[in-house]
């Protein structure tokens, strides 16, 4: 049963540019969230999608973007990076229509660079 | 949500037991305490999560005293292995899984062998 999984694991950009990563959830899960972590920090809460819908929503502007298919996976879009992108970037999978305390699994993550 | 205040970092040598103390002092009624571990390059992984008294698992324990204003999380004859970053979370109703996450800074534990 493979976890979270998470695409690309390295990305290079420039300033300007626009990005998308790729999350596949683990089975059985129907929600993914989206977090970015800068160095030497705790992650951060970009956005939740459910039902290829969005559920939540953090304190990011709307260069950050995402979309949820119907097999549940997701892509997180960055346009118009900026050098303050570069971090990593955590899917975590749950499940939502399962009930009560579920946790959040948490992919490797996309380690995003943007110079 | 509860702001959390956790040590930035802490060294402990390898086989000793090791207690991270976490301090949220504005935590609601609702509120559970959650614990995440994060090695480099690597996600989050969930390691125990408790509302009040005890609570042990396979990896750690949970202390969580009457008024709730603090946690302990306790890692029992830790290893090589156990250096990682430990976040403590608080949370907002117990469907804590599917609400959004909020990280402070975490520990930074470091084993010394």
């Known amino acids: 049963d493979a976890g979270v999984t998470q695409s690309p694991t390295h990305l290079i950009k420039t300033r300007g540019q626009q990005v998308t990563l790729r999350c596949s959830p683990k089975s059985g899960h129907d929600t993914v969230s989206w977090y970015q972590q800068a160095l030497g920090q705790g992650p951060q809460f970009i956005f939740q999608?459910?039902?290829?819908?969005?559920?939540q929503r953090g304190n990011f502007p709307d260069r950050f973007s995402g979309h949820q298919f119907p097999n549940y996976s997701s892509e997180l879009n960055v346009n118009a990076l900026l050098l303050g992108d570069s971090a990593l970037y955590l899917c975590?999978?749950?499940?939502?229509?399962?009930?009560?305390?579920?946790?959040?699994?948490f992919g490797p993550g996309t380690r995003l660079t943007v110079l | 949500l509860a702001k959390t205040t956790q040590p930035i970092s802490m060294d402990s040598y390898e086989g000793q037991e090791v207690n991270i103390t976490c301090s949220h002092n504005?935590?609601?009624?609702?509120?559970?305490i959650t614990w995440y571990q994060q090695f480099p390059s690597q996600g989050p992984r969930f390691i125990i999560q408790?509302?009040?008294t005890k609570v042990t698992n396979e990896v750690a324990s949970l202390f969580i005293p009457a008024d709730r204003k603090s946690s302990t999380l306790s890692l029992p004859r830790v290893s090589l292995s156990d250096t990682a970053v430990y976040y403590c979370l608080v949370g907002d109703d117990s469907n804590f899984g599917n609400e959004k996450l909020t990280f402070g800074t975490g520990t930074r534990l470091t084993i010394i062998p």
């Open positions: 975590a999978s749950s499940n939502l229509a399962g009930g009560w305390d579920n946790e959040q699994f």
């Open positions: 504005n935590i609601a009624t609702n509120d559970y």
């Open positions: 408790g509302y009040k």
């Open positions: 999608y459910y039902e290829e819908e969005e559920r």
